[in-house]
């Protein structure tokens, strides 16, 4: 009988010991479960957010670029208009630019916060190599084209000598290379954005 007892208490507590072992590898396998659910969806939010910002650029970039590209043309017809005038031109450069375009320039302002934002977390680590590796050399000929090439015309518009008719000619030949690289910039750039987002966005959600 005590043989019997003994049996039953040791098989008792090799029972009681694989049940807690269970417990305990059901628990990790729950939380490793959450942990990977939660990894797929901060990646899904990141995914989203980057396409969003993408075709956000892309839809600003399709609105600027015609009318940089008229400002342009018009600036090119005033330029060879004062090539021809005799004598000095009593307007700045500043006034002339606000007769051809009202309504100014237009920035182009492309974003970049859903990258940057993915760039200072871990999320970044989520995605593809391949994507990451594209969207760094996309946001970088951004940054280093359009962006750099916005701040020199802001700067240049806003320079002393823009203020000085006896410079008009001058500086309009000097905005109208600024703006045209602009646009050329503009074209380019929205021509990679439409490349990302169809190797990287758009196929993957067919």
Do not use: C
């Not at 694989?18 to 990894?39: C, D, H, M, W, Y």
């Not at 990646?43 to 396409?51: A, F, M, R, T, V």
């Not at 391949?130 to 916005?150: A, C, P, R």
């Not at 500086?171 to 929205?190: D, F, P, R, V």
């Amino acid at each position: 009988m005590k043989r019997f007892l003994k049996r039953v208490n040791g098989f008792q507590i090799i029972i009681e010991s694989l049940l807690i072992i269970f417990s305990i590898l059901f628990a990790l396998g729950v939380n490793e479960i959450r942990a990977t659910k939660q990894l797929n969806s901060q990646k899904e939010e990141s995914l989203h957010n980057l396409e969003n910002e993408l075709k956000r650029n892309f839809k600003g970039l399709e609105k600027v670029i015609p009318y940089h590209k008229k400002i342009t043309q018009r600036l090119l017809k005033m330029i060879d208009s004062l090539s021809t005038i005799k004598g000095e031109i009593n307007k700045t450069g500043l006034e002339l630019m606000s007769d051809v375009n009202p309504s100014g320039i237009m920035p182009p302002s492309p974003q970049k916060t859903s990258w940057e934002t993915i760039r200072i977390t871990n999320s970044i680590s989520l995605l593809d190599f391949e994507l990451v590796n594209d969207l760094s050399k996309l946001y970088k000929l951004q940054e280093d084209g359009v962006e750099i090439t916005w701040k020199l015309i802001a700067n240049f518009l806003l320079s002393r000598e823009n203020f000085d008719p006896n410079h008009t000619f001058e500086n309009l030949k000097i905005l109208n290379a600024y703006i045209t690289e602009l646009y050329s910039q503009e074209l380019y750039l929205k021509q990679k954005i439409k490349y990302a987002l169809t190797k990287h966005f758009v196929n993957k959600n067919k």
